[in-house]
């Protein structure tokens, strides 16, 4: 902690070398005169703009993810079952790793796993001040394609000048307490520094999937009429137990009993002294990481037309996962051995870590012109990622190994080397602007180049795998839209293509060391996005549609198993799509009450899928392989049916939400098996706030301003599984399934306060 605290100081010292002399310069008051980055983009129903306070009205400590409830299209779900452990989510039915996400421009998706894990940045959105969700293709934007959707973070800039402080506490269930402190100062000569430290606990839902978390916020900015220089320093460090297991069918939803929230990680048999076995627990069975952000923009306006911004940013994180589980010697590169009753040992428990450490930076700068008929702006970024993964065995319980291997035995290492650079032209042209009609063209150009290499063992088989791939990446966007009076109708087309995740290679790719070979190389990914909406703004109320329609070359889907850290598996499918329409609406009930929701119905498939099975005997002899075509089948995890209603009450200080989400039957493969699939689940969740009038009590205008929460998630404790997977084995009088789910927790209270300053 107290490098990470020298690095940030030091970090943040670089902005006063960039301090303009000027005496004459006054405090930038309005968002107009402000630095946004957002790129230059068309109005659409299929963007979502969530600001702050939005995005904190139900922060009790939760993931970011959970607080993107009111968007279409969203699942959300945690290994812990409360959402403040490891925590995912899927929009239109893409996961995570496929979704684009920025913090201020600059990629926030891990170069290889192409994720975003929130345990590393809990309470991010206590420091956002906007985050906007862009479903479907968004504008060209830094870091991996968006293949779902896109989310650019904007952090706390000059929303004002006025100094604020902020205290906030709540605890609930399950033993969970958040403490968020937060400080805005406005300096002298046009200075304003933010800083916020928040902690999150929790035992959660589940076994030994607690949760010890930290993180912090700070900037440093000096703002300008024309020119704002501003230094930021973020990031955090997690512990969480391990929930990525999963449990049976009638555990998951408590079917005779079943105890919910048991959690299968880091079991093992116990030998007693009396000859009887018994269950344990190893209790260190976590997730360690710890991650840096620094940032340093620069935003220059030459003119009323002419602006420039440049971004320079470091990304360092490093971390393990420390096990123990009974391996066969192999996984740890251990040739097997004979006893000396002539019995062949290949299995062992033993206690093993896997580490990375990466590093990550780059530059990114782009330059903008704005007139009454035309804006333009080109950019352009390149990116380095450089990667360690290494696992070392720390113990095995074995009469053979156990007193022999090395200490901290390093049993394989691979370097990673990922270059990530783009450049892109967007123009948005308004053709007619006369009286109440408007009509604009929106196109967006982008190249990009990737170069992936890696060297070193394999952790997934022990086997030497180097690599090399180039991708060249042309991606280009259209898009029209018309609005007259009140109505707004839009259309667009968009091609995305992006590069297979470090997962896809070491699962699946085979190297001949002889022939320098390759078999079982992924294939890039191609999109073709068409968007067609409506949308209609009243003055109490508004209605819109969106109707989707994607296309894919070689989709990476989700096939329902899982690898030995908990990351979900793909594979390419030649055909596949998806396709839905998205409604939504929104009413001002009365002064005091305002209601909005949203529905969306889809359908996902792809097209002559082939699935290849493994057969056995009765007696689990091995048979053979076989192909199984599917002529059209539902792609795992794309619930055909999502909604969510959301009523909001406010009157003189007293404020109730009353949200809740209904998300379709998933299936948990891609051959549509009933037997392997998560029910449809609705949950309902009321937030309880008041705002104590204190001005009125203390009779003064700038009295501190204090809010007690009362939240209670799942109110109506609905006992539902959000996640899962699957395995099955084909036998030959029938198929068995092992499906495996991620229970949520049931109904649960959370209550705290927030005291601003």
Same mark, same amino acid.
Request: glycine share 8%; net charge neutral; proline share 2%.
């Given at each position: ?139 060209? *934007? ?125 079991? $093992? *048999? ?18 360690? $990481? ?191 839209? $018309? ?175 009353? $949200? ?98």
């Amino acid at each position: 902690m107290k490098k990470v605290l020298l690095f940030c100081s030091a970090f943040l010292g670089l902005s006063v070398v960039a301090r303009a002399k000027s005496d004459t310069l006054t405090i930038v008051r309005t968002m107009d005169e402000v630095v946004v980055n957002a790129p230059v983009a068309q109005v659409t129903n299929n963007k979502d703009v969530l600001s702050h306070e939005v995005l904190n009205r139900t922060n009790t400590g939760q993931n970011l993810p959970y607080l993107l409830s009111t968007v279409p299209n969203l699942q959300v779900t945690s290994d812990d079952g409360l959402g403040i452990g490891y925590t995912y989510f899927r929009i239109r039915g893409t996961d995570h790793t496929r979704i684009n996400m920025t913090v201020n421009d600059v990629p926030l998706n891990d170069s290889e796993s192409q994720t975003v894990f929130w345990v590393n940045m809990t309470d991010m959105s206590s420091s956002l001040s906007s985050l906007e969700v862009q479903r479907g293709v968004g504008t060209s *934007t830094n870091g991996s394609a968006s293949f779902g959707a896109s989310i650019n973070m904007q952090t706390h800039g000059i929303e004002d000048s006025l100094s604020h402080y902020t205290l906030g506490f709540n605890g609930g269930m399950y033993n969970t307490f958040r403490e968020l402190l937060q400080a805005k100062i406005a300096l002298p000569n046009h200075w304003i520094a933010n800083a916020r430290f928040s902690k999150v606990n929790s035992d959660g839902f589940l076994y030994r999937t607690s949760s010890d978390l930290y993180s912090y916020y700070t900037d440093l900015g000096w703002y300008g009429k024309q020119t704002q220089v501003v230094a930021r320093c973020f990031g955090g460090s997690e512990k969480t137990g391990m929930g990525w297991d999963g449990v049976d069918y009638n555990t998951a939803y408590g079917i005779d009993g079943a105890d919910r929230r048991y959690n299968p990680a880091g079991e $093992y *048999t116990l030998v007693g002294s009396n000859g009887e076995d018994s269950v344990a627990y190893y209790d260190n069975q976590t997730d360690n $990481y710890s991650q840096l952000h620094a940032q340093l923009s620069l935003y220059h306006r030459f003119s009323s037309q002419w602006s420039l911004t440049a971004t320079a940013h470091y990304t360092h994180g490093y971390g393990y996962y420390e096990q123990y589980k009974k391996k066969s010697f192999s996984y740890w590169g251990l040739p097997s051995y004979t006893d000396a009753g002539g019995n062949e040992i290949k299995k062992a428990y033993g206690l093993y870590r896997k580490h990375l450490n990466n590093h990550f930076y780059g530059g990114i700068v782009s330059a903008k012109y704005i007139s009454e008929t035309i804006d333009i702006q080109i950019g352009g970024a390149a990116n380095h990622y450089m990667g360690a993964h290494y696992g070392t065995l720390h113990h095995l319980q074995d009469s053979l190994y156990g007193g022999s291997i090395p200490v901290q035995y390093e049993y394989y290492r691979n370097n990673a080397d990922k270059v990530d650079a783009n450049i892109y032209s967007k123009l948005n042209w308004r053709i007619l602007q006369k009286g109440k009609h408007r009509l604009s063209l929106y196109a967006d150009m982008q190249y990009r180049f990737v170069r992936y290499m890696r060297n070193g063992l394999n952790d997934e088989d022990m086997q030497d795998l180097p690599l090399q791939v180039n991708y060249h990446f042309f991606n280009p966007k259209a898009g029209l839209s $018309y609005q007259f009076r009140q109505h707004l109708w839009y259309g667009s087309f968009a091609i995305a293509n992006r590069e297979p995740s470090r997962n896809n290679y070491k699962e699946n790719v085979v190297y001949d060391a002889l022939t320098q070979t390759y078999t079982g190389l992924p294939q890039a990914e191609r999109l073709y996005d068409y968007e067609l909406g409506y949308l209609f703004n009243h003055r109490i109320f508004s209605i819109g549609a969106n109707l989707y329609y994607m296309d894919y070359d070689n989709q990476l889907v989700l096939t329902g198993k899982v690898n030995d850290v908990g990351a979900q598996s793909t594979i390419n499918v030649k055909d596949s799509y998806r396709m839905g329409i998205e409604l939504s609406a929104q009413v001002q009930i009365a002064k005091w009450l305002t209601w909005q929701g949203n529905v969306t119905l889809s359908r996902n498939k792809i097209q002559n899928y082939k699935e290849t099975i493994t057969r056995y005997d009765d007696d689990y002899n091995w048979l053979g392989e076989e192909d199984v075509l599917f002529k059209e089948t539902t792609i795992a995890f794309s619930p055909s049916i999502t909604a969510m209603s959301l009523f909001q009450f406010a009157y003189r200080g007293i404020g109730a939400d009353l $949200y809740t989400s209904v998300v379709g039957k998933q299936y948990l493969d891609n051959t549509q098996n009933e037997t392997a699939a998560l029910k449809t689940y609705t949950t309902t969740n009321l937030q309880l706030t008041y705002q104590l009038p204190l001005e009125q009590w203390l009779k003064r205008p700038k009295a501190p301003q204090i809010r007690l929460l009362c939240q209670v998630n799942n109110l109506f404790n609905a006992k539902y599984a959000s996640n899962g997977g699957s395995d099955c084995s084909y036998f030959e009088n029938g198929t068995a399934c092992w499906p495996w789910y991620y229970a949520q927790a049931g109904i649960n209270v959370h209550a705290g306060v927030r005291i601003e300053m």
